[in-house]
Every structure is written in structure tokens, then in C-alpha cells.
């Protein structure tokens, strides 16, 4: 039923067109749309509300199908013919619109009309009007243009200030800044008078604020600074402003408040993003300095607290006030009173005390251990403790010898050096080291003459007098000066050691070895004496003694190449090649420019015949001794003895180049060549006979002068080493290979008196071993570890 009700209305929607025979062609013709009947128009309700209202001024609908179809004039209630529009909205082609007839779309193309073409000229862009009229002039009073101006103004005067600073001129940079802060309050007026305070330019503001503080800083105005980086960070309409509380601390920091400056960088890390690690990095940075500052000051004030302890001691009751017998009695007997030892010892511990604080803290509590030196000189000037200053001040000049800055020490010593007695002394005893040190010997003969003068009990001004005595050669007296020495200070170890090395020069070795050994018994770990010790046996021809100290001495400085050396050659002496073997390849192994050892080293594997071991030794001797012919030809002589004979007669020509006129490579070519049937033997054969020819012409020469001058002199030793056939080995004792030890500065060389025996210094022969010099006295009683860790370095060369 349901499918039957569906198709009825199906049915109902369908159509049939009519059956006609045939076709009107003309039906319809007359026929219009009853719409364009106007003449029911003024009868028409809707047609006239339109006209009296703005709902006819409405812009034509336009049709779906565009259409130019012709409508023909229909008649008006009026009797006239009008023309109606298009559906389209425009006029109809053919039709009459202010005065011009529209054409025919099939005649003539839109935009060409009659009127057109009878008295103006085709201008579509309307180019014959002339020029644009001028626009309206804007008002220079309006407030717009005012806070227009003075922004740019604003600007000016921070572009001004900032380039000001940057060329060094800070007051006119400060100027610049305060007068754009002004101008820029009075903007901020004038905006909240025209706009609304939203459109108040936040930037400039920032940007005047910043660089007025900026440079109040530069200025060393900090409280102003410090006003106006608060203005910026407590506003919270700046975004980020609380990363200026770095500069806030750095402030507090350059005014020594290191509480706050910790305080405000802290304040500033919190402001910082996890992302911006550089920034965090660096204010973590400025915390740490901050924290080092806050360290220095509280060391100056330990130290000034140090200083202002008072020691309680009346110095006026031991001067007698009268000539009454009694009162000079009773001060005559307290003069050496248990109380006043009491007093003397708490005296030179305080001393102590200052002068060991000052030595700690000088070098960190400023940017330079001078500029530390001269804090401390004059806190104690203004103290009571005014007699140390002096001692600061020659530790000054120690520390300056020490970093090898020889010309501001002795000019802090040639000025201490003309005052009292007592300052004088230590002077010109430190002065006395330093020349003799340049080997300027008289110069250091002077000095230490001053010092002597100005202090006879001086056991460091008696050693340096010795010294130069002993640079002399006048051992017996420099014996005396530094017996004399150790009659005044019993440990002075400088002069103890110097007069060992005098007895050793005057050949009384038990008295040296005695002198040593009691100074073994004051310094255990002294390499230098463990040396000398060694050095006395081997003198004394016990050879197993002088291997025991030298193992001794390795035990102190296990890397020491000379050392090393020195127990090969002894080892050699007693016929033990492996332990020699042993201590001369260890001793290369540190230092493989030690041409006597290389060369025992190369003379060892040809001995054993492992010739191309023996090679490398004696390749690395050419390289450090080019110029001598010998190191090549033994290269070529192992590779001949190793069978490879043809790298044998290369290295041979390769000599031959560099050194023409060498008669023991020309022999060995000649031989060489021989063998392997070449032809070159013959050339090198008359290069050989030319050269021998000219040798024997030239020992002609040379004899007949000496004849001639009646002088009879020892004839010229023989040519470089050659390969005849003969074994290439060092001999028993020694004498070939003879390795002497040079790089510890004790090797017969006495210590260098630099101070007086106040003075806790010592040095460094910065010149080496270079001749036998006597040691100094540098101090009055020396640490072990200092000792070894000064006097001997790791950097040992030899000459």
C-alpha cells in the first residue's frame, strides 16, 4: 500500500507535453513579462513606498543568466516611451544615458563613444587633469607632533651619553644621562595628558632609567646608582628587570659590602632561566669572587687584630731614670732576670707570628704579592711591632730574587741598604748573593764586605765574604770565614757544607767526608749531600761505599738522568755490564741527549753484536752532533758488520758528500765497492790517492815549520774513529766513557749566603753548575723539604 501511495506521487510530478501537429514558429511573440507593465504603477503600494524610501536606492539584483536581450519602449500612462534596464542592472545596448547613446556590443566596443571621439582625446589613467592637489600641512603645535619631537629628543640625548662614556668623558656622559631622564619625565606628562597611560612608551623609559644608572655607577656614585636600579626593578611593568640586581651586587661588591653583593646575585640567580646558562654560569662566577673578597678582608682584619694584641712589656724600667747608684743597681740586676728572658721570648714569638702571617697572606689579600708586601708594611709601621717593617721589606726583595726579577730586588735592597745597622747588614748580605750569583765577583766582594762591617756576627755575611774568597782560589781563607760562621750560628748549614767542599779542593777528604756525614745528620734527605758523600768514596777509591750513597740519592730524585749515569759508569768500572747496561739505559730513557751515554749505549750493543740496536744510538748521535763524521761512519759500519751491504755503501756515499775530504769513508768506499765488483771503486780510489797526497804535502809543511822554529811538539792525534776491524768497545775503567755528573747544583759547589739569619730565604743558582762555587747562606736553619724541593729541581740539565 505504501509502495502504491509513492508511485501516485511520482505520477503527479510528470508532465506531458501537448501533441501538435506541427510548430508555431511566431507564438509568443507578442508576449511580455507582466512585470514591465507600467501603467498600473501609481496603484501599486510596494512600488511607491520603495520610491519615497532608500529601499529603491539599493543596487539592482543581478540575474543568474546574463542577458542583453532588446526590450522594446513600452507606453507610460503619459503617452512617452521609455526605455527600461537590463536585467542586469546596466543600461540596455542602444540606450540614451547622460546625453550618450551606449553602442551596439556588435558595433563598436565598450568604452569609445561619439562625444569621445569628437572632442577629447583617449585618456583612460585621467593624466590630463594635472597633478595631484598638495596635502594638507600638519599642524606643528598639535600635541601629537610635540611628543613626537620630544621622544627624538630623548633618544638624542642617550645615543649622546652612551658615546660620551665610550670615549672616556664620564661627567659629560652623566650630563647627558640626567638631561634625558628630564626630558623623558616631562614626555611621560604630556602622554598621560593626550592618550591614555597605556600608550606611554615602556622602553624609553627603561632605556633612560638603565643608562642614568649606568653611569652614576661609572661615576662612583653608587648610592644615586643604586636609587635608580631600584626604580627600574621595583617597577613591575618592566619584564626582566630583576636581572639588574647583578649590578646592584657588583656595586655592593666594588664598595667591600659582600654581604649584600652575595645577597643580590643570588636575588639575580633566581631571576634567571634554567635555558640562559652562560648567565647563570657567570654569576655564579661573581659569587665565588665575592666569597674570595669576603676571604681577603678577613684576613686583614686577622692580621690587623694580630698587630694590636699588646704585649704588656714596660721597656722604660730597665732605663734608669737618675744616677742614684741604688736604682742602677736594681736595674742592672733585672736586665737579665728570668721575667725579662720571659719577655724576650714573648717578644720574638710575636715577631715570629707577624712576620709568618705576613708571608702567608701577602701574596693573596691583593692582585700582586707586592701590592700584599706593601699592605703589611704599613700596618705595621702603624704599629708597635715598627722594626719588623724592614724584615717585610726584605722579604719583598726575596720573593722578587725568587721569581728571578733581579732589577726591582736590588733596588729594594740598594734603599734598605742605607739604614741601620742591622738592616744594612741583611742588605748588602742579599746584594752580595745576587752578584755573585752574575758572577760579578768584585761587586760581590764589596757587598759582603759592607755586611761584615755592619754586622760581625753575621753567619750569612761571613759565608758570602767566603765565597768570594773561594772564587778566588783561596781555599785556607775561605776556610776561615766560614769556620768563623759556624762559631756564630752552629747550624749554619750553608757554611757547613762550603767548608766541606774547601776541605775536598785541599785534598783532606776525612775531613770533607766528616763534614758531610754531620751534615747528613741535620738534612736525612739532602741530595746534594748524599752526593758529595758518594762523591768522597769515589775520590777515596771505595767504589762499593760510592754506589750504596748514590743508590741513596735515587731514592731522593728517582728521575735524575746524571745520577743515573753515575751508577752505570761506576757499575762499568767494576765490570757489572748489565747493572751498568741497566742504569745508562734508564738514565737515556730521561734524557736521551746525553751523548756519552749514547755512546756507551751503542759501544754496549756492538759488544753483544746487536748491531741494528747499536744503529738507532748512533743515528740519534748524528742528529744531536751533525758535524762529526765519526757517529755516520759507525752507522755504516754496523750495517756492513749486519751483512746489509748495501744501506752499508749508501750511508758510506751519504758521508762522503757531507764530509769530501775524509779519508777513512773514501777507504771503506774503495774496499766497499772492491767487493761488490762495482765501478766506482776506481774513481773513489783516485779521490783516495789525491787526498792522501795532500796529506802528506801538508805534514811536510808542517814539519819543516816546526824544524824551522826549533820547537819539537807532540804530533796530532790520530783521525776520527775508523772500522778496521777492531771491536768498538768501551774500556774497563771507564776512560773512554767517562760520564760526569752536572746537573745537581751541589756538585762541588758551595751554597750562596743571601740574607741574615732573620730571614727565612733561600735560592736557586739560576746559572747551573758552571764552575765550583761555594754554597750561600740563605737562612738560618733550612727544612728538609724545602731543601730538596728548592735546591733541586726536576728540570736538571747538563752542561
Known amino acids: 500500500m505504501k509502495y502504491t501511495n509513492t508511485k501516485v506521487q511520482m505520477m503527479q510530478n510528470v508532465h506531458l507535453a501537448?501533441?501538435?501537429?506541427?510548430?508555431?514558429?511566431?507564438?509568443?511573440?507578442?508576449?511580455?513579462?507582466?512585470?514591465?507593465?507600467?501603467?498600473?504603477?501609481?496603484?501599486?503600494?510596494?512600488?511607491?513606498?520603495?520610491?519615497?524610501?532608500?529601499?529603491?536606492?539599493?543596487?539592482?539584483?543581478?540575474?543568474k543568466i546574463s542577458s542583453t536581450a532588446v526590450t522594446r519602449p513600452i507606453a507610460t500612462g503619459y503617452g512617452s516611451k521609455t526605455s527600461l534596464a537590463s536585467s542586469i542592472g546596466r543600461p540596455m545596448t542602444g540606450a540614451i544615458q547622460d546625453g550618450v547613446t551606449r553602442p551596439m556590443t556588435a558595433v563598436r566596443a565598450a568604452g569609445f563613444t561619439k562625444a569621445a571621439l569628437r572632442g577629447s582625446a583617449f585618456d583612460p589613467l585621467s593624466q590630463s587633469r594635472g597633478p595631484a592637489p598638495p596635502l594638507e600641512a600638519k599642524k606643528k603645535d598639535s600635541p601629537e607632533e610635540k611628543i613626537k619631537q620630544l621622544e627624538k629628543e630623548v633618544n638624542e640625548l642617550v645615543e649622546e651619553s652612551c658615546i660620551a662614556?665610550?670615549?672616556?668623558?664620564?661627567?659629560?656622559?652623566?650630563?647627558?644621562?640626567?638631561?634625558?631622564?628630564?626630558?623623558?619625565?616631562?614626555?611621560?606628562?604630556?602622554?598621560?595628558?593626550?592618550?591614555?597611560?597605556?600608550?606611554?612608551?615602556?622602553?624609553?623609559?627603561?632605556?633612560?632609567?638603565?643608562?642614568?644608572?649606568?653611569q652614576y655607577s661609572v661615576n662612583e656614585m653608587y648610592a644615586e646608582a643604586l636609587n635608580t636600579y631600584q626604580v627600574i626593578v621595583k617597577n613591575k611593568m618592566f619584564s626582566n628587570a630583576g636581572i639588574l640586581k647583578m649590578n646592584m651586587g657588583n656595586i655592593y661588591l666594588k664598595q667591600r659590602n659582600y654581604s649584600k653583593a652575595i645577597k643580590f646575585y643570588r636575588m639575580a640567580l633566581d631571576q634567571v632561566s634554567s635555558v640562559n646558562n652562560q648567565m647563570r654560569i657567570k654569576i655564579m662566577q661573581n659569587i665565588g669572587v665575592t666569597f674570595i673578597q669576603a676571604d681577603r678582608e678577613k684576613m686583614k682584619k686577622a692580621f690587623q687584630k694580630l698587630i694590636a694584641v699588646p704585649l704588656e712589656i714596660d721597656e722604660d724600667k730597665y732605663i734608669s731614670p737618675s744616677d742614684d747608684p741604688h736604682t742602677n743597681l736594681v736595674t742592672e740586676a733585672i736586665k737579665n732576670d728570668h721575667l725579662r728572658?720571659?719577655?724576650?721570648?714573648?717578644?720574638?714569638?710575636?715577631?715570629?707570628y707577624i712576620m709568618t702571617s705576613a708571608k702567608l697572606i701577602a701574596p693573596v689579600i691583593e692582585t700582586s704579592f707586592a701590592a700584599g708586601y706593601d699592605w703589611c708594611v704599613e700596618v705595621v709601621k702603624a704599629s708597635q711591632y715598627v722594626e719588623l717593617a724592614n724584615d717585610l721589606e726584605i722579604n719583598k726583595a726575596v720573593t722578587y730574587l725568587r721569581q728571578k726579577d733581579y732589577n726591582q730586588a736590588v733596588e729594594?735592597?740598594?734603599?734598605?741598604?742605607?739604614?741601620?745597622?742591622?738592616?744594612?747588614?741583611?742588605?748588602?748580605?742579599?746584594?752580595?748573593?745576587?752578584?755573585?750569583?752574575?758572577?760579578?765577583?768584585?761587586?760581590?766582594?764589596?757587598?759582603?764586605?759592607?755586611?761584615?762591617?755592619?754586622?760581625?756576627?753575621?753567619?750569612?755575611?761571613?759565608?758570602?765574604?767566603?765565597?768570594?774568597?773561594?772564587?778566588?782560589?783561596?781555599?785556607?781563607?775561605?776556610?776561615?770565614?766560614?769556620?768563623?760562621?759556624?762559631?756564630?750560628?752552629?747550624?749554619?748549614?750553608?757554611?757547613?757544607?762550603?767548608?766541606?767542599?774547601?776541605?775536598?779542593?785541599?785534598?783532606?777528604?776525612?775531613?770533607?767526608?766528616?763534614?758531610?756525614?754531620?751534615?747528613?745528620?741535620?738534612?736525612?734527605n739532602s741530595a746534594e749531600v748524599l752526593y758529595q758523600i758518594a762523591n768522597i768514596y769515589e775520590l777515596m777509591e771505595n767504589p762499593s761505599q760510592a754506589i750504596e750513597w748514590l743508590m741513596q740519592v735515587v731514592s731522593v730524585i728517582p728521575t735524575d738522568p746524571q745520577v743515573l749515569s753515575k751508577l752505570g759508569?761506576?757499575?762499568?768500572?767494576?765490570?757489572?755490564?748489565?747493572?751498568?747496561?741497566?742504569?745508562?739505559?734508564?738514565?737515556?730513557?730521561?734524557?736521551?741527549?746525553?751523548?756519552?751515554?749514547?755512546?756507551?749505549l751503542g759501544a754496549y750493543y756492538i759488544d753483544t753484536q746487536f748491531w741494528e740496536k747499536a744503529i738507532q744510538y748512533f743515528e740519534r748521535a748524528s742528529l744531536i752532533q751533525p758535524t762529526q763524521v765519526k757517529w755516520q761512519l759507525m752507522v755504516a759500519s754496523c750495517f756492513r758488520r749486519s751483512g746489509n751491504y748495501q744501506k752499508a755503501l749508501d750511508t758510506y756515499k751519504d758521508t762522503h758528500r757531507k764530509f769530501p775530504e775524509n779519508v777513512e769513508c773514501l777507504r771503506f768506499l774503495v774496499r766497499l765497492c772492491t767487493d761488490l765488483g762495482l765501478k766506482d771503486?776506481?774513481?773513489?780510489?783516485?779521490?783516495?790517492?789525491?787526498?792522501?797526497?795532500?796529506?802528506?804535502?801538508?805534514?811536510?809543511?808542517?814539519?819543516?815549520?816546526?824544524?824551522?822554529?826549533?820547537?819539537?811538539?807532540?804530533?796530532?792525534?790520530?783521525?776520527?774513529?775508523?772500522?778496521?776491524?777492531?771491536?768498538?768497545?768501551?774500556?774497563?775503567?771507564?776512560?773512554?766513557?767517562?760520564?760526569?755528573?752536572?746537573?745537581?747544583p751541589g756538585t762541588n759547589e758551595p751554597y750562596e749566603s743571601s740574607s741574615n739569619k732573620e730571614i727565612d730565604a733561600s735560592y736557586v743558582d739560576p746559572l747551573g753548575p758552571q764552575i765550583e762555587r761555594p754554597k750561600t747562606a740563605a737562612k738560618k736553619r733550612i727544612d728538609e723539604d724545602d731543601f730538596a724541593d728548592e735546591e733541586l729541581g726536576d728540570d736538571l740539565l747538563p752542561e
Open 681 to 744: 771503486a776506481q774513481e773513489y780510489a783516485r779521490k783516495l790517492k789525491r787526498l792522501e797526497k795532500m796529506k802528506e804535502i801538508r805534514e811536510q809543511r808542517i814539519k819543516s815549520g816546526r824544524d824551522g822554529s826549533g820547537g819539537s811538539r807532540g804530533k796530532r792525534e790520530g783521525s776520527a774513529s775508523s772500522d778496521s776491524g777492531q771491536n768498538y768497545s768501551a774500556s774497563s775503567k771507564g776512560e773512554r766513557l767517562n760520564a760526569r755528573l752536572r746537573a745537581l
Open 569 to 600: 759508569e761506576l757499575y762499568d768500572r767494576e765490570g757489572d755490564k748489565s747493572q751498568a747496561f741497566q742504569y745508562y739505559y734508564e738514565s737515556y730513557r730521561y734524557f736521551p741527549c746525553n751523548i756519552e751515554v749514547i755512546e756507551w
Open 18 to 63: 501537448p501533441e501538435t501537429d506541427e510548430d508555431d514558429l511566431y507564438s509568443g511573440y507578442n508576449d511580455y513579462n507582466p512585470i514591465y507593465d507600467i501603467e498600473e504603477l501609481e496603484n501599486d503600494a510596494a512600488f511607491q513606498q520603495a520610491v519615497r524610501t532608500s529601499h529603491g536606492r539599493r543596487p539592482p539584483i543581478t540575474a
Open 165 to 214: 662614556n665610550s670615549c672616556g668623558d664620564l661627567k659629560l656622559a652623566l650630563e647627558k644621562a640626567k638631561d634625558a631622564g628630564r626630558k623623558e619625565r616631562v614626555l611621560v606628562r604630556q602622554r598621560e595628558q593626550v592618550t591614555t597611560p597605556e600608550n606611554i612608551n615602556l622602553d624609553l623609559t627603561y632605556s633612560v632609567l638603565f643608562n642614568l644608572a649606568s
Open 412 to 524: 729594594i735592597l740598594k734603599v734598605l741598604e742605607k739604614k741601620d745597622s742591622r738592616v744594612k747588614s741583611a742588605a748588602a748580605t742579599n746584594l752580595s748573593a745576587l752578584y755573585y750569583m752574575g758572577k760579578d765577583f768584585a761587586q760581590a766582594s764589596s757587598y759582603a764586605d759592607i755586611a761584615v762591617n755592619s754586622d760581625r756576627y753575621n753567619p750569612a755575611a761571613l759565608t758570602n765574604k767566603g765565597n768570594t774568597v773561594f772564587a778566588n782560589g783561596d781555599y785556607e781563607k775561605a776556610a776561615e770565614f766560614y769556620k768563623e760562621a759556624l762559631r756564630n750560628d752552629s747550624s749554619c748549614t750553608e757554611a757547613l757544607y762550603n767548608i766541606g767542599l774547601t776541605y775536598e779542593k785541599l785534598n783532606r777528604l776525612d775531613e770533607a767526608l766528616d763534614c758531610f756525614l754531620k751534615l747528613h745528620a741535620i738534612l736525612r
Open 341 to 352: 728572658q720571659m719577655e724576650h721570648e714573648r717578644r720574638a714569638m710575636a715577631e715570629k
